[in-house]
C-alpha cells in the first residue's frame, strides 16, 4: 500500500527552479494514469522542466481543456511515498534525490522503490470544485482515479457501494451483452480487498443483478462517470491525501503480551482527519476540523515523530472529557502542514462545509477502550505532548500558533494512495 505525504518543502530550494544561464538537452518523461495507461512526451528544457511545463505537456497530450488544468497536478509516487509538485519544482531533480526522501518520510529501503511521474487531481481539489466540471476528459481522470481507490481498497466503502460502483464499470464495458464471465475480466469489478473473501457466484450475482437496475443506455458514459463519482462524493473521505502510520493496539481481555502497533491510514481532506485501520479498513476516527485540535511532534529522545489528534467526547456519566489519538509517522509535520491549509481553507468556505458536514454523516470516535485513542502517561511514547492549536480558534479568526520545525519537510508535492 503506498503512503502519501504532502507538503514537502526544502529549506535550500534544492527542489526548485532557478535563473540558469545553462542549456539541458531534452527529455522524455513518462506520465502514468492511475486506470493503468501511460504516455511519453518530451520535455524540451530537459532536467531543469518544471511541473507545470509536464503538466501543460501532459495536458495538451490528454486534449485536457486549459480551464480544467488546475484541478490536477503533476506527482511523482513511489510504493511508499506520493508527493505532489508545486508549479516551480523539477520532478527530474526529485526523482533523482527520492531514496533520501524515503530515507526521511517512510520506513522503506531507500533504495528499493522506483518514482514514476502522474497527472491526478490536485490534494485541494474538494467534491464541490468536481460538480463543476464540464470537461469529459478531465471528468474521465477523477474516474479512473476514484476507480483505482475503490479497487484498491483506500476507500473503506460497503459491499453494498462496491457492488454499485462494479456495475457500472459493467455496463460501460459491455452494456446489456453483460455476461458472468466479463465480471472477472474487467479492473473495476474487482472485489475490494478488504471485502474478501466473498464468493464468486455470490459477488458475479450482485454486480449483474445491480446493473440490470442501471437506468441508463452503454453509450451515455458521462452520466455514468458521473454516478460513479456521485456516489464517492458522499463519503467524508472521498479526495482525502492519504499517510501512513501506527497506533497502539486496543485492549482486548486479559493480554500476557504486548500487541504490536496498528498500521493505519490518514487520510487528511477539506472534511476533516479519518484515521482508517490498514488490514481491516475500519475508521477508527473521523472528525472535521472544528471538532479536533491537533499538532505535530517529535520524542526528544528516541527522534520519532507523532501526530496527535486531540477531541471532546461524554464519559460513562455523561460528562465531556478530553481524549487524544497519537499517530507515530515520519510524515507528521507533512500531515501538520495539509490540516493547516485545510482549516484556513474552511474557514473560506464555511456556508458549504455546512452543507457537506450535513451530507457526511456522524463523525467517528474510537471506542473509550481503544488504547490506540488517548497519550496517557505509561502508553504513549509522547509523553511530553501538549496541544497548541485547536482547529475552530480558525472560524473565530484566530491564527494558528507557530510550528517549531523539528525537522525539514520536502517539496508541496502532495493525497496518498495513497
Not at 42 to 67: F, I, K, Q, W
Not at 184 to 204: D, S, Y
Request: with cysteine; hydrophobic share 35%; aromatic share 8%.
Amino acid at each position: 500500500m503506498a503512503a502519501a505525504s504532502y507538503d514537502v518543502q526544502s529549506d535550500d530550494g534544492q527542489f526548485r527552479a532557478h535563473h540558469r544561464n545553462s542549456a539541458s538537452n531534452p527529455l522524455e518523461a513518462v506520465v502514468c494514469l492511475l486506470d493503468g495507461g501511460e504516455f511519453s512526451v518530451t520535455c524540451p528544457e530537459g532536467r531543469y522542466t518544471t511541473a507545470e511545463s509536464l503538466l501543460g505537456l501532459a495536458a495538451d497530450h490528454l486534449r485536457l481543456n486549459p480551464d480544467s488544468l488546475r484541478f490536477f497536478a503533476i506527482w511523482v509516487i513511489s510504493g511508499s511515498l506520493h508527493l505532489q509538485m508545486k508549479p516551480d519544482h523539477l520532478p527530474f531533480r526529485v526523482m533523482k534525490k527520492w531514496p533520501e526522501l524515503l530515507e526521511t518520510y517512510s520506513n522503506s529501503d531507500p533504495h528499493g522503490e522506483i518514482p514514476a511521474v502522474y497527472i491526478r487531481r490536485s490534494a485541494h481539489v474538494t467534491p464541490m470544485m468536481e460538480k463543476r466540471i464540464k470537461d469529459p476528459v478531465a471528468v474521465k481522470l477523477l474516474f479512473g482515479e476514484m476507480t483505482f481507490n475503490i479497487i484498491y481498497s483506500l476507500y473503506p466503502c460497503t459491499l453494498e457501494d462496491a457492488v454499485y460502483l462494479a456495475a457500472i464499470h459493467l455496463q460501460l464495458e459491455k452494456g446489456r451483452k453483460a455476461n458472468k464471465k466479463d465480471v472477472l475480466k474487467i479492473e473495476g469489478c474487482c472485489v475490494p480487498p478488504h471485502l474478501e473473501p466473498i464468493r464468486e457466484k455470490t459477488w458475479i450475482k450482485h454486480v449483474l443483478d445491480a446493473r440490470a437496475k442501471l437506468p441508463i443506455e452503454q453509450d451515455e458514459e458521462r452520466l455514468l462517470h458521473h454516478l460513479y463519482l456521485e456516489r464517492g462524493w458522499e463519503w467524508s473521505v472521498y479526495s482525502s491525501t492519504f499517510f501512513f502510520g501506527e497506533i497502539e493496539a486496543d485492549d482486548s481481555g486479559t493480554i500476557l503480551q504486548e500487541r504490536p502497533d496498528l498500521v493505519v491510514r490518514v487520510g487528511v481532506n477539506l472534511d476533516g482527519i479519518h484515521v482508517i485501520e490498514d488490514k481491516k479498513n475500519t475508521i477508527k476516527l473521523s472528525l472535521p476540523y472544528h471538532e479536533l485540535r491537533y499538532n505535530s511532534f517529535e520524542d526528544p529522545e528516541s527522534g520519532e515523530a507523532s501526530f496527535v489528534i486531540e477531541y471532546e467526547e461524554e464519559d460513562e456519566e455523561q460528562n465531556t472529557v478530553s481524549a487524544k489519538m497519537v499517530i507515530w509517522t515520519a510524515q507528521a509535520a507533512m500531515i501538520d502542514n495539509l490540516v493547516t491549509q485545510f482549516v484556513e481553507e474552511e474557514s473560506a468556505l464555511a456556508e458549504n462545509q455546512a452543507q457537506r458536514r450535513h451530507q457526511r454523516g456522524l463523525s467517528v470516535r474510537p471506542p473509550r477502550q481503544a488504547k490506540g485513542r488517548t497519550a496517557a502517561s505509561g502508553v504513549s511514547r509522547a509523553k511530553n505532548f501538549s496541544i497548541s492549536r485547536f482547529a475552530k480558534s480558525m472560524k473565530k479568526g484566530g491564527k494558528a500558533a507557530p510550528r517549531e520545525r523539528q525537522y525539514d519537510t520536502p517539496p508541496d508535492i502532495q493525497e496518498h494512495p495513497m
